[in-house]
């Protein structure tokens, strides 16, 4: 089984400052990692995902995430964030073989403050 | 345009009343899933559907059903045997193809709340 551990339910941050989302994971079988966002009253939107290859993966926004085999951690980082980014975050893994079914971390409210 | 829709957006329900919650695809994907949203707890996996007319129950099905009739659509019932039914309810979708990872797509959700 897979469990995903976000170790902060709530992050508020300064416009322009930058910011760091921790998420680790169990898993006793190989998985891909992913970030979701999800904006208010809306459905996730994927973020970045690692399925192999380099262990540092970027958004199209400025996001990145690295994925880190030994700590078992995939935390997402942002070197300076907008207002815009105010959102809930979703960390959750997949299992490479058989169905593909997400495993959902508790989700991390980030608050930009002007 | 293609995506997934659900509807409604907002549903109100006596207890003790079944109700019905719409998910509907047009992205040619070959599976359905069904989430469930509380807060602080994060997206719990209700059932899930890879072809037509077969399903599984995810972590917490209970009080829940399904069907697969069709490979656009696949409804979720929230029965009276949910103890605690008010919650953001999220479908999303994805192909199936042998190796790799395929994205899951999700829908806008439906807030059910139960009176």
């Known amino acids: 089984a897979q469990s995903v551990t976000q170790l902060d339910s709530q992050v508020p941050v300064f416009e322009e400052a930058p910011v760091e989302l921790r998420c680790n994971y169990s898993?006793?079988?190989?998985?891909?990692l992913f970030w979701y966002v999800q904006y208010p009253n809306q459905g996730l939107q994927l973020l970045l995902k690692?399925?192999?290859?380099?262990?540092l993966v970027e958004s199209i926004n400025g996001f990145e995430a690295e994925f880190n085999k030994s700590q078992t951690s995939f935390h997402l980082r942002k070197p300076s964030v907008h207002i815009s980014d105010t959102a809930e975050y979703f960390c959750?893994?997949?299992?490479?073989?058989?169905?593909?079914?997400?495993?959902f971390g508790q989700g991390t409210r980030l608050t930009i403050n002007p | 345009d293609g995506g997934i829709t659900q509807s409604p957006k907002y549903l109100f329900r006596k207890e003790g009343q079944n109700v019905t919650l719409s998910c509907e695809q047009n992205l040619n994907h070959d599976a359905m899933y069904w989430y469930r949203q509380d807060p602080g707890q994060g997206l719990r996996l209700i059932y899930y559907?890879?072809?037509?007319?077969?399903?599984q129950k995810g972590d917490i099905a209970e009080g829940y059903s399904v069907s697969r009739e069709k490979k656009e659509s696949f409804p979720l019932t929230v029965t009276s045997a949910q103890k605690n039914p008010t919650a953001f309810y999220l479908c999303?979708?994805?192909?199936?193809?042998?190796?790799?990872?395929?994205?899951?797509?999700f829908g806008p959700g439906t807030r059910l709340t139960v009176l």
């Open positions: 898993s006793s079988v190989s998985v891909y």
């Open positions: 559907s890879q072809i037509v007319n077969d399903f």
């Open positions: 690692y399925l192999s290859g380099s262990t």
């Open positions: 959750a893994v997949g299992r490479i073989q058989g169905a593909q079914k997400l495993v």
């Open positions: 999303a979708s994805t192909l199936m193809t042998s190796g790799g990872y395929n994205e899951q797509f």
